[in-house]
């Protein structure tokens, strides 16, 4: 089945870019997506790429998507301390809209 | 404004109890979704529906089930509660296939013990 694996921290000190990256095994995929989850709160969606692109920018966020590698990559630029989180890797193919999400990687912010 | 809710927000069972855990979106979406999240683990799909009366088994079904009698509700629920089951569980909803944004609720903490 599918897999999507990401590292479970991250420390980055304010004002850094922060690179939080993310592997899937599922060639299938269609749409891969980058997630936040704040403190007791749901998920809602950063961005997100298809499949057949290999970069995205969004304000401060760039998403770079290696398909043959199949390496996903969420760079945050002049990171912040409201950038405090924990962020889900996603995907998810044509016809079959399940999301797969990673582990996670809480991302905290040095002062 | 739209929106999806999920109650209660907090619950303590004791083990061997059936549980249900509502989900209500007013997106008038026709996919949804439910997840646990657990440490290490992050979201697991558990079950989810395409449509009214349309439900399928995700990767850890076992000891859970769903019904879709509207468009609105997918309640999950939780025959005979065990300790394992102790987890926080999310649900979420999108529009159309191929969508691109799941919008998911606040989360139910649920504590069997």
């Known amino acids: 089945g599918e897999d999507v694996e990401q590292s479970l921290f991250l420390s980055v000190r304010e004002g850094d870019s922060s690179v939080i990256n993310c592997t899937y095994t599922?060639?299938?995929?269609?749409?891969l997506y980058w997630y936040k989850q704040e403190p007791g709160a749901g998920l809602q969606l950063l961005t997100y790429?298809?499949?057949?692109?290999d970069m995205k920018q969004d304000q401060r966020l760039t998403v770079l998507l290696n398909k043959k590698d199949k390496h996903l990559s969420l760079r945050i630029a002049d990171t912040q301390t409201g950038d405090s989180a924990i962020y889900f890797c996603?995907?998810?193919?044509?016809?079959?809209?399940?999301?797969?999400f990673g582990t996670g990687t809480r991302l905290t912010i040095i002062p | 404004d739209a929106e999806i809710t999920q109650s209660p927000r907090h619950k303590i069972t004791e083990t061997g109890r059936q549980v249900t855990l509502a989900c209500h979106q007013t997106?008038?979406?026709?996919?949804m979704f439910w997840y646990r999240q657990d440490l290490g683990h992050g979201l697991r799909l558990i079950h989810y529906?395409?449509?009214?009366?349309?439900?399928n088994k995700g990767e850890v079904s076992d000891g859970y089930s769903v019904s879709r009698s509207n468009t609105e509700d997918l309640p999950l629920t939780l025959e005979s509660a065990a300790s394992s089951q102790t987890s926080v569980y999310f649900c979420?909803?999108?529009?159309?296939?191929?969508?691109?944004?799941?919008?998911f609720g606040q989360g139910t903490r649920l504590t069997v013990v």
């Open positions: 997106w008038n979406h026709n996919n």
């Open positions: 599922d060639s299938s995929s269609t749409y």
């Open positions: 790429i298809f499949s057949n692109m």
């Open positions: 529906s395409y449509g009214v009366h349309d439900t």
């Open positions: 996603a995907e998810s193919s044509e016809g079959n809209e399940k999301l797969t």
């Open positions: 979420a909803s999108t529009s159309d296939r191929g969508a691109t944004e799941a919008f």
